[in-house]
């Protein structure tokens, strides 16, 4: 019977392999590189936010400091919009994913305690090593796609409030002004979010600590 299923496994992932694992991984990178877009797309906003060189030593400043800020919060909420219609699109597919990678993960952990113990018994079985490598490889380039790339997204927005708050102090507003426009747009950047949870380092932290749990009660019950 073990020899059946090992002899099943391998013509499986003789077909699977040569298909699944290039498209995982360059649609991990086309992942990353849609992130990247929306990245560029906010700096762009924050370009716009800091005073330009040009205009410091202009003697001409705009006096409509309210229509200033609305014209900064527009385009804010624009970038964001922009933002919440990708993560819409992607959600159950980084749902997917997530779980995928979570059972590599648990795999990797099951055979690195059987291979720990072989390593004991003096039988360190080398190909077993490289096969945990393997899914190792793929967890990790997974979590970077899938939750580091989008932190990095979050937090290139949440910086917006700080350029928005100094973008309209240098233009001459007052600070009440550019306090409360910096306090209302701060409640639409949410940055990339997962089913309306915005994903930051510290759901990276939290998502990573509850898989170690997890894995932890796995080895204590095995």
């Known amino acids: 019977a073990e020899y059946l299923f090992s002899l099943v496994h391998a013509i499986q992932m003789f077909v699977s392999i040569p298909s699944h694992v290039p498209t995982l991984i360059a649609s991990f990178g086309l992942f990353c ?3 990247q877009l929306h990245v560029l797309d906010a700096k762009r906003v924050a370009r716009l936010l800091d005073l330009p060189r040009h205009l410091q030593n202009a003697r001409f400043v705009s006096k409509d400091q309210s229509g200033i800020a609305d014209t900064f919060a527009d385009l804010i909420d624009d970038v964001q919009n922009r933002l919440d219609k990708t993560c819409a699109r992607f959600e159950w ?6 779980v995928y990678i979570f059972f590599q993960l648990l795999y990797v952990v099951m055979e690195t305690q059987t291979h720990y113990v072989s390593v004991m018994r ?3 079985p080398l190909d077993e090593a490289f096969h945990m490598g393997w899914h190792l490889y793929i967890c990790l380039i997974g979590l970077v796609a899938i939750l580091v790339a989008p932190a990095s997204v979050t937090g290139v927005f949440h910086s917006l409030k700080e350029n928005l708050l100094k973008g309209l102090r240098a233009r001459g507003a007052h600070h009440t002004l550019a306090v409360q426009t ?3 747009v701060g409640y639409h950047i949410t940055g990339f979010t997962f ?3 915005p994903l930051s380092s510290r759901f990276i932290l939290v998502f990573l600590s509850s898989i170690l749990t997890i894995l932890s009660w796995h080895l204590d019950l095995g």
């Not at 597919?93 to 997530?98: E, V």
């Open 182 to 184: 910096t306090i209302d």
């Open 122 to 124: 003096g039988n360190p």
């Open 93 to 98: 597919l980084l749902l997917h994913q997530l």
């Open 195 to 197: 089913f309306s949870v």
């Open 33 to 35: 590189f849609v992130n």
